[in-house]
């Protein structure tokens, strides 16, 4: 009989986060309270890896990551804890780049060939009414994360975005399909 290998963060990574209270989880990550400012991210999220080195653009509508310890597959990462999102705290010019860019996230229909994601995203947010600035963001953000991965996927949901002073603020939108995949059939287990 076969058995299929699970892969879990290491019991010193545990020890790091054990008695913190967890105040997220999604299915890379689980989000730990360490101060009213500050929180830690337990991870198997590449994504969060590119992010932590420094591969994502400097923008303030990025959060940046701190590594902090990792075992080869999970990662711990230092943030600045950001409230949930509430479309009502975003200003009114805000609100309209939210709605509009959840209609451009709903109109995407991913290739299933790996090598085309990246450009097929890049030509969707060139063809699209979006903001130039918001555009070049999204794309760099890709061209980021495909140094991890050629799978990507973009999602766009409360659960990834937070605001700041009115502000529309990326979490973390985009992912790799098959780190998501692992996670799913259970062979990755935060």
Known sequence: ???????RPTNELKKQVKGLPIIGRGAFTKCYE???????????????????????PDSDRLVSLERVD??????????PKLPKF????????????FKQLKKFCSSLSWPQNDH??????????????????????????????????QKLGFEFSPRNLS???GKLIFLDCFYLLDILQAVRTGKVRV
Do not use: H
């Open 163 to 165: 605001t700041k002073d």
């Open 34 to 56: 360490l101060s009213a400012g500050e929180v830690l991210l337990l991870s198997c999220d590449p994504i969060k890896e590119c992010n932590a080195l420094g591969w994502m």
């Open 116 to 149: 085309k994601r990246l450009y097929y995203f890049v030509d969707q947010l060139n063809a699209s009414e979006l903001p130039e600035e918001i555009k070049e963001l999204l794309i760099d953000c890709a061209e980021s994360c495909m140094n991890f991965g």
């Open 1 to 7: 009989v076969y058995f299929m290998r699970t892969d």
């Open 70 to 79: 990792y075992d080869g597959i999970f990662t711990l990462y230092k943030a």
């Open 86 to 97: 509430k479309v009502g705290d975003l200003s009114l010019p805000e609100y309209a780049l």
